[in-house]
């Protein structure tokens, strides 16, 4: 079995990591360890208290256990104290006054148990950022930390996205730029495939709703069940013509005026069609249980389910459909 890249081997946890800057450190101990206790209690204020005595002695900079103790208050109900947990725990990830990094032990820790985080964590860091804007800083570097974190992020930015799409002043700029979107994220195309998608390319059957892709690799791409709906709102309003508009498919910024209408200030990065597709290429991943399997298998470099694959062959139509999420919803 390969070895794992991502696996980041952990001894026991100290509750101190010595090094030129932590070396005072143990002089508080006493203080630090009842931090340690305060922040766990079950007490609102207690828990207030703890977190003001660590911030105040930097403890999670240089303490194995403290980051880690911090790191399962991430959902912590009272979002003050989230918010303090979140700055103290960023900031054992950045360089200090000084110049320097927190001991490796600490920084790994961090690292092993940030990649960890899953749904109610992220969202819980997610609300942090909403609650207190100035926060958002620190809430990029720990979600940074997450691979998993994408996924939301991704999903979040298309539901904007979306919206302002269909805040666009006319019904055609409305269609097009939903079409775009649902087009990207939805069955994967860009590029040339995205360009010359016509109304008459989508369809519903083999009990879902598919896009035929022409060119020089023609196949039916099923579209994920989620944008069904709006894609064949923007299909039936561009009928035989281009779903993106615009009447000549080779002219290569055919989309580039929808995807200039679809920035939204600093808060929302321009539209890029290739994250779409990375989008997509996820979710359908997700579907198939691919991660499931490579971990099985041990399975760490991507060119092996392509040898795989090589003398396979691909399911029909009705099967792609029900496989990769694409199922029309009753």
Same mark, same amino acid.
């Given at each position: 079995? +390969? ?12 509750? !101190? ?21 305060? #922040?766990?209690?079950? +007490? ?17 900079? !240089?303490?194995?256990? #403290? ?12 979002? +003050? ?48 950022a909403d609650f207190e804007p100035q926060a958002s800083d620190s809430v990029a570097v720990l979600l940074n930390a997450c691979s998993f ?8 930015? #298309? ?24 087009? =990207? ?13 016509? =109304? ?25 069940s989620c944008y069904h709906d709006l894609l064949l709102a923007s299909a039936a309003f561009a009928g035989t013509g281009l779903v993106t508009?615009g009447h000549d498919p080779g002219r290569r910024n055919v989309t580039t005026p929808l995807v200039s209408a679809l920035a939204g200030g600093? +808060? ?20 198939? =249980?691919?991660?499931? !399997? ?14 795989? #694959? ?21």
């Open positions: 079995m +390969d070895a794992d890249p991502f696996h980041i081997p952990l001894d026991q946890l100290s509750l !101190f990591e010595f090094d030129d800057n932590s070396i005072d450190a143990v002089e508080l101990f006493p203080a630090i360890w009842i931090a340690a206790e305060a #922040i766990i209690s079950p +007490d609102r204020r207690v828990r207030i208290q703890g977190l003001e005595q660590i911030a105040q002695t930097q403890a999670a900079r !240089f303490s194995p256990l #403290i980051a880690y103790l911090l790191f399962t208050r991430l959902v912590e109900p009272e979002m +003050d104290s989230r918010t303090s947990v979140v700055s103290i725990l960023a900031d054992g990830l950045r360089l200090d006054s000084e110049g320097s990094v927190a001991p490796e032990t600490v920084r790994l820790q961090l690292i092993n148990d940030l990649a960890c985080m899953r749904t109610r964590q992220i969202y819980a860091l997610l609300q942090v974190a994408g996924n939301h992020l991704s999903d979040i930015l #298309i539901d904007r996205k979306l919206a302002l799409a269909e805040a666009q002043p006319t019904p055609a700029r409305r269609m097009r730029a939903t079409g775009l979107i649902c087009l =990207g994220a939805g069955a994967g195309r860009t590029g040339a495939d995205l360009r010359q998608a016509r =109304g008459s390319d989508i369809a519903c059957r083999s009990g879902g709703v598919v896009v035929q892709v022409r060119g020089r690799r023609p196949r039916a791409v099923p579209v994920l508009g600093i +808060d929302l990065p321009r539209l890029d069609t290739s994250r779409l597709r990375a989008t997509w290429l996820a979710a359908c991943a997700g579907h198939l =249980g691919l991660a499931t !399997f490579m971990h099985a298998a041990g399975i760490t470099c991507s060119q092996r389910p392509g040898d795989l #694959i090589a003398g396979l062959e691909p399911a029909d139509e009705s099967a792609a459909v029900r496989l990769l999420g694409a199922a029309r919803q009753s």
